[in-house]
């Protein structure tokens, strides 16, 4: 691998998603050669230099493309996620497309002899939600670091974890000259995303109520811009393997984001009170910093008025 990227051959699973289309731009524009994988096809604003990409199920279709293209590095971000406490009928969906299929991309890695690093896109869903939730409102955030306690708090942390522990194998039995980065991400939000942000101004453009629960809860949004920057300097970081926290390293409240809302657009906001435990969750970035000297650069307001840009931008070019 090329250390500047140019001519570097990657693959991005998921490079459909709101993290993956700032990536394989990221890559692009480096000089890197991408083959972007994913069920979903890109945008046709994404026309960059060097990308290919493949619309298909990673978890039940064929994978060969990717032995074929023999990749330098390979982000792995395709995945499902549903909110935090999840619904009966994401059991089936979380093992096919979580588990199966990070099955099947680790497999491959460990046959693919010309690749040197694979960035894995985990979650800190992994940690013990012991240590950050509470039946009481904590003062102070709660920093979660790379050695924190383990006990995935759902079954998409769960799968990641196990994720995690494959690639663990590889590099230990299988491939020793692998360098696989487990990136623990924590609360992303991002243009065009499912995300609680952007489902919230998309309501509040249309003239809808916001409704929202547990308003003190504390969280370490990150901006999916940022967290493609991040994956890529974890990419070119020698150094780094293992796992790595990648979050903003700042705490905010869900009442944080409705105020940052507030002071850009015209919002209804229809208070449900507190309904669970409290959430107070943030990432210990020391690691990432030292490891990339680099760190998150986009604040929760930047982020939002920039996902208030694009929206409006939508909506206006909306038949």
Known sequence: MNPDFKDTRCVVTGGAGVIGRQLINIISEAGGTVL?????????AINAAGITHITK??????ID???????????HLAAAFERSKESPEFWGVNWKDNTLLSHKIADAASRVKTLSVFIFASSYLIYSPALYMSDSLRPDPV?????????????TGASKYYTEKELDFIMEYLRPDLRAVHARIYRVYGKGSRDIISRWVRAALNGAPLTAYNKDNRFDYIYARDVAHGLYRLALAEGAAGVVN?????????GDVLRALSCLIDVKIIDRGSTELYENSTAD????????????????????EEIIQYEREVLKAAP
């Open 246 to 254: 990648l979050g903003s390293g700042q705490s905010h409240s869900v």
């Open 143 to 155: 920093y979660l670091r790379e050695d924190s306690p383990v006990a995935a708090r759902n079954v």
């Open 57 to 62: 199920d990673l978890a039940t279709d064929s």
């Open 65 to 75: 493309e990717i032995e074929a293209f023999q990749p330098e590095v390979m982000f």
């Open 285 to 304: 970035i020391g690691l990432l910093t030292n490891l990339t000297n680099w760190h998150p650069p986009t604040t929760l307001s930047q982020g939002i």
């Open 36 to 44: 972007s994988i994913d069920k979903n096809p890109l945008p046709k």
